[in-house]
């Protein structure tokens, strides 16, 4: 069985930092997409990049480009389904998202998400970690997803859903806890001021 394969997330519009692609964006001399990419690259054999319109701009990367089949801008869940058709052709049974505005996310990502879905006899996996308001916080598109589930979001997508944890729920998600001490590594960044306190957390943890 072909193992795990990775799909980095890249298809949303960016509007809070004024549109175009977030991961082509510098920080500490090397770009979101690339420290993304360098996080990924030894937890799984064989990734892919989910992004829309012109795939030509990332060709430096060496990574096939796969847009969403789902038209509108249908959220990651469409990114979610593009991985899953192009990992079915690869002959795998799933896959892991990253999104492509997440530079310090664990480097054992893949291994926690198949070890906790595997416990817990579960299709699907979500990362999660504490949060003092709401008890934990989700980070859904930072998940493990089995192809065998793609003709259903297809279908759920076509239908009009677009929050994940609306389809995960019934399907049997794993919560897979991760620390967000001393620094939280799921911080994305979304606007101008996030770029800030990503570089400030560059510097500070040293990452």
């Not at 319109?53 to 096939?64: E, M």
């Not at 990651?76 to 389904?81: D, E, H, Q, R, T």
């Not at 879905?117 to 089995?146: C, I, Y």
């Amino acid at each position: 069985m072909t193992e795990v394969l990775g799909v980095i997330l890249a298809g949303g519009l960016s509007r809070r930092m004024g549109g175009g692609d977030k991961g082509l964006l510098a920080l500490g001399g090397q770009d979101l997409l690339t420290r993304v990419i360098g996080r990924l690259q030894p937890q799984v054999p064989q990734m892919m990049l989910n992004a829309n319109g012109d795939p030509a701009r990332f060709a430096g990367y060496g990574l096939p480009v796969v847009a969403d089949s789902i038209a509108d801008f249908a959220g990651p869940l469409a990114g979610v389904l593009a991985g899953l058709d192009w990992a079915a052709e690869q002959g795998a049974k799933q896959i892991v998202t990253v999104a492509a505005d997440t530079p310090f996310y664990p480097d054992n990502l893949v291994a926690r998400l198949l070890e906790t879905a595997k416990a817990e006899n579960t299709p699907l996996a979500m990362a999660v970690t504490p949060d003092p308001e709401r008890g934990q916080a989700r980070h859904p598109t930072f998940g493990l997803w089995s192809v065998a589930l793609r003709n259903d979001l297809r279908d759920a997508l076509n239908g009009g859903l677009r929050k994940v944890v609306q389809w995960t729920a019934p399907h049997g998600c794993a919560n897979v806890q991760f620390e967000a001490a001393p620094f939280d590594p799921f911080f994305n960044v979304n606007t101008p001021a996030d770029m800030v306190v990503a570089e400030q957390m560059l510097q500070e943890f040293g990452l």
